[in-house]
């Protein structure tokens, strides 16, 4: 594996492997720009498979805006992107919450803590810009290092999840106290041209 290492404004540590002499990849994380989409499903692609549209947090995120300012991408210095976060808005059963993901980092830059930086500057983020709570569905041993625990048990997602992987950080006491029902997307809709429905009506 290349190693990576942060170029600036992330706490990844360096990582070049002493019995590794390449170059270490440097990465910054950075706000994912218009120009990323395409690069960003295709890592999606490759480090989630294609089934990955049929996760139920999808159904939350499908014709929907992410957050304003909370889509980040890991960029290397050749300027491709090698790791992607996005947050969204959720109604979170009468509570306002972020529903987190994908969070993805390309395969072979795997274990080289952008996984970790993105989280950190997105967790950041999201708490500096007043919001009070994050949802996610994925793998506590992975997640619990930012400090997610288990979701309220009022909480679930729409359609098949397992409540063990369903986790939550708050950044205020009691924000989601209370909260019971099935997640909604609330975030800004796309609107799509006339054209582009039928297209995609056509596709269905
Ligand atoms: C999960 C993922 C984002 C982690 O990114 P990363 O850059 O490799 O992670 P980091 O380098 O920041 O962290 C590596 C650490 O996380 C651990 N880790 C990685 N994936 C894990 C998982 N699914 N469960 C538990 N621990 C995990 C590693 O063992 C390593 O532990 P260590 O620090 O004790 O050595 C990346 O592996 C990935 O893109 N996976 C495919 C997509 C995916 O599963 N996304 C998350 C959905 S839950």
């Known amino acids: 594996m290349l190693p ?63 957050a304003d300012g909370l889509s980040f991408v890991a960029r290397s210095l050749s300027g491709a992107v090698v790791g992607t976060v996005r947050l969204w808005h959720v109604d979170a059963g009468g509570q306002a919450a972020l529903l987190l993901g994908p969070l993805a980092v390309a395969p072979e830059a795997k274990g080289a803590g952008i996984g970790s930086a993105l989280m950190v500057h997105a967790i950041e983020a999201a708490e500096s810009f007043g919001h009070r709570a994050i949802l996610l569905v994925g793998d506590a041993p992975y997640y619990k290092r930012f400090g997610f625990e288990a979701a309220p048990t009022g909480l679930a997602m729409p359609g098949p999840f ?23 997307p609330s975030g800004v809709k796309i609107h799509r041209a006339p054209a582009a429905r039928a297209l995609a009506a056509q596709a269905a």
């Open 162 to 184: 397992s409540r063990e992987r369903f986790l939550a950080l708050t950044f205020t006491l009691g924000a989601l106290d209370g909260a019971a029902g099935v997640l909604r």
């Open 4 to 66: 990576f290492a942060a170029l600036n404004n992330t706490v990844a540590p360096f990582a070049l492997s002493p019995a590794n002499d390449l170059a270490p990849m440097l990465y910054a994380i950075e706000a994912e720009q218009p120009s990323d989409g395409r690069a960003r499903e295709a890592l999606l692609d490759r480090a989630m498979g294609l089934n990955r549209k049929r996760k139920s947090s999808e159904a939350i995120r499908r014709g929907r805006l992410p």
